[in-house]
């Protein structure tokens, strides 16, 4: 069994963020910019223009879009989700079985 700890370069939980992030990384250069993050959150319910840029914003180091570092960073604290959903919008995957 693969366990993963903060830090490590591979494990379950880096693997399934990166799938996460690739998701939302819709024009696939590596970043994830203010758009793309509001197109990831507009589900029921929308969260809202100020709460996506503020996302953003915890997340950014400056540069107005986020890299696989800081999403990891950013959903590492996160508050804990159920299986099969997505760890900052809490919607169910398309990748997992109902």
């Known amino acids: 069994m693969t366990v993963w700890e903060p830090g490590c370069a591979?494990?379950?939980?880096?693997?399934?963020?990166?799938?996460?992030?690739?998701?939302?990384?819709?024009?696939?250069?590596?970043?994830?910019?203010?758009?793309?993050r509001a197109v990831s959150l507009q589900t029921d319910p929308k969260v809202s223009d100020d709460n996506t840029a503020a996302i953003v914003k915890i997340a950014d180091d400056g540069d107005r879009r986020i890299d696989f570092e800081e999403?990891?960073?950013?959903?590492?604290?996160?508050?804990?989700?159920?299986?099969?959903?997505?760890?900052?919008?809490?919607?169910?995957?398309?990748?997992?079985?109902?």
């Open 71 to 98: 999403y990891a960073e950013l959903v590492r604290w996160s508050p804990t989700h159920l299986p099969g959903e997505h760890p900052v919008t809490g919607r169910r995957s398309h990748r997992t079985a109902r």
């Open 10 to 36: 591979s494990g379950p939980r880096r693997q399934s963020r990166r799938r996460d992030f690739d998701e939302i990384d819709t024009d696939k250069d590596g970043f994830v910019t203010a758009a793309e």
